[in-house]
């Protein structure tokens, strides 16, 4: 049995109240952040809405409605969902290990349920957050730092990480670890746990290093120095560099971008398309969606702090960190700061597991801003 | 303001406090990430740009159209001719590479060298590069291909420009001929437009000397090219300045009488105009096919001429160097006279003694008593010995140069011999040793170490006839600038010296007894002046000399004498000049005197220095013959 400590709502929300409720400033922006994403589908496809921008539009509606409909379901019901969602997440992450499709590069990271081909690692992404917001939910501040408290959730962390690394995907596991690794500081966890463990992670580097794969290294290595390999690995870093640096302050005009037009830049699409806005609209145009980006994260810390709950709080500041992580990790790999792993562009991106994923995080955001008024009392700290 | 249990509130406030010190992390994230964008599109912004274009634009030489060679009344020697060629692109053989050339042989024969070459073309090159399959193909092949073009999936038909040479053989050695570019022509200039697949620049001749005019410069085709270097579109195109056409002096109705004339044998014929030095005709034979260098010579073709005893790669006219022999010997008595030994009369014996050595003349009966005029009419060695003696090397030397020989004439081929005029100082800084006077009795009947070209021993002959230092010219225009061209002046000599040799040339040819006179011209008003002339290949030794050899016929071909003509026509106001070597040809059948006699009546009837030479082509002509084309 499942016990229902937060049964004692201080009100109930009808439905048409909940759509009231919802934050639709938020929904605007993120309408138009995501028709950028469409415009540039659009340039890069030559000036056509196939096979990119028109199939993306769709996506994105079914996308605005299933967010619309996570938003009005009541916050403790996602807090009942969070244990078993995790649940089925690592389950199908263990399976795409044993089961899953071979994807592009090689890497197990697609599993298929019947006609839908889905990234589990994208459902854990959400479903740690959830899981992880509930459990530290039932916490005081001072239990966050018990050793024995803090050992579930470092492996509700460590063991998708590690099933990720395993497919392997560097870039996401990174993603799923700095983001339950910053619940755990958002949360409260002690400078005494936090400074020894920056100081071991960066002293155990040299040791990660030996369990990267081959392709892993030779990004690195590339990204370190992309001379080395300029028509291979470092090809893909120097040409994104090329069509960004080439934009200059206005950038070559809409549909007027040559590295993106002519094939220059590889997957321009999906994980590069920030470069074509680079190069098309130049540094105001990159500016103005950082800008457009930094409301959205605004808002989601807004929201975070406006929560009764800890569990809303923690599930909206998750949920924002996660679109956060998305974007610097995104940005930074195009830019050629760091090395380069498959992280789309959040909203802007061509993808449908991606698309999805971020707008059932946004869904989840504005839940949280719905039912902000709603306290859930602290249950205990247990699992179920 | 909601209402937090106390351990909410607690956990609120550090909740607060570390939600700010993520945003501040993140914004501090945003900031970095702006710095970059900063960092890679204003500062290195430019770079970048020139980088992304770079990438973008592809630009190609497109080569020039060759001028044109033409002679003196406008005759294409050297043409720009359609080149009919087949392209495959194997992106559009739907049935494949090797089906499209099975199908392509059906119309065509292809060999099975083309086709492995097509096919490691193709191997080597992306799917939509073109590869050159068959090229020269003859309008019927093509027009057949053309009509069967919709079941040839992936062949293109293509016209190109290829250098052609209408009169072949006969003006091979003054036109020369293009040839695919080498390592040493890449290094020696710098000229992009050389590394083009498939250029050609002049190799021999006219088209070597003035290849950087007719070549003309290089157009560029700016085309915009994907990542795969597949061109998109064209951004600009320049289609380059043609190369000048060189209008020569030649008329090749004249030089086609003189290579007729030299038949197979291996030789050498100039014919000038005296007065402008315009060279009409220069011929040596045998020459050879140039348009075999354009498309490609084969190895037996090629091994065929360079294993010729009779070299018909050499331009035998400018580059080969001969003793001239007695046609040296009125260069002699001009200067002979002019020294003041315009009487002198020598009674031959057939020989003359001269310290321990006895100098023959080739008639070992002797002349008897001779005059500058008889002695040039009957070639007598006796009388230039004594000349010879009179004169000395230093007025030997004096007169000839004075007449052209001992240096390049300055034609505007490549590779031209200077020749050799011995002289003390020459014996002494090459050979090391002290000249001696034998020696210059030798040299006084143009033995020895003298050495003349053709073309030398034709200035000769026409500054003789002219009396002024003519030099001969090959170009009259180069595009639309004439050829530098000064009035020649008068040579250092009397009219009354020129006169007395010119009579002594009258009558070499026609009066009996000149050495020239079965071979004269008749036709009154035609008659020309000559000279012969014999060079021993071979000493003859004393031990020939004793047991009555004196003639070198019996000898294989290697070893006979070289046979040598100089004249000019017509004898009273002479207009043309013919100098004459055949290699080998010995002194029986003055078969030399038959070529100048053939190719001067020739001349003198047509007489192309009085008919009105071709115009160069105006800048509009040349538009509206590259507009048609």
Redesign the interface.
Known sequence: MIARPYATARRTLSLSDKLMEINWGLVMLITVIACVGFAMMYSVAGGHLSPWAGKQMVRFVAGLVIMVAIACVDIRTWMEWAYPAYALALLLLVATTVVGKVGGLGAQRWIALGPVELQPSELMKISLVLALARYLHGLGVEEVSSPTKLAIPLAMIGVPVVLVLMQPNLGTATIIGLNGVSLLFLAGLSWWWILPALGGAIASVPIAWRFLHPYQKQRILTFLNPARDALGAGWNISQAEIALGSGGLLGKGFLHGTQSRLNFLPEKQTDFIWTVIGEEFGLIGCIALLVLFAVVIGYGVRIAMSSRSQFGRLLAIGVTLNFFFYIMINASMVMGLIPVVGIPMPLISYGGTAMLSVMVGFGLLLSVHVHRQVEIPRGSGSIL | M???DR??K???N???R??LI??GG??A??A???G???Q???V??????T???D??VNQRLLAPLRGLILDRFGVALADNRRNYRVLIVKEQASEGVETALENLSRIITLSPEDRERVLRQIRDNRAFVPVTVIENLNWEAFSSINLHLPYLPGIVPDVGETRSYPFGAEMSHIIGYVGAVTEADIKRDPNPLLSLPGFRIGKRGIEKQFDPEIRGSAGTDRV?????GRV?RELSRDPGIPGDNVYLTIDSQVQDVLTRALGDQSAASVVMDVETGDVLALASTPGYDPNLFNVGISETQWRALTTNDHDPLLNKAIAGVYPPGSTFKPSVALGGIEAGFGDLQVFCTGSLRLGDHVFHCWKHSGHGLMTVTTALQQSCDVFFYTMAMKLGIDGIDASTHALGLGQPTGIELPGERAGLIPSPTWKRSVLGRPWEEGETLVTGIGQGYVLATPVQLCTLAARIASGRAVVPRLTRYIGQTPQPHTPAPRLPFSPEAFKLVREGMRMAVNVPGGTAYARRITKPGFEMAGKTGTAQVLRITMAERAAGETRTNGLPWKYRDHALFISFAPVEAPRYACAVVIEHGGPLEPLQVQVAHEALLFTQERDPARLPPAKPATVADLRRTYALK
Do not use: C, H
């Not at chain 2, 290195?44 to 740009?49: A, H, I, L, P, S």
């Open positions: 909601p209402l937090f351990k909410d607690s956990r609120y550090v909740f607060t570390r939600t993520a945003g993140m914004a994230v945003f970095t990430l702006a970059r964008l900063y890679l599109q204003i290195e912004g430019q770079t970048f740009m980088r992304a274009e990438n973008r915009e090219v994907n990542a795969y998109i």
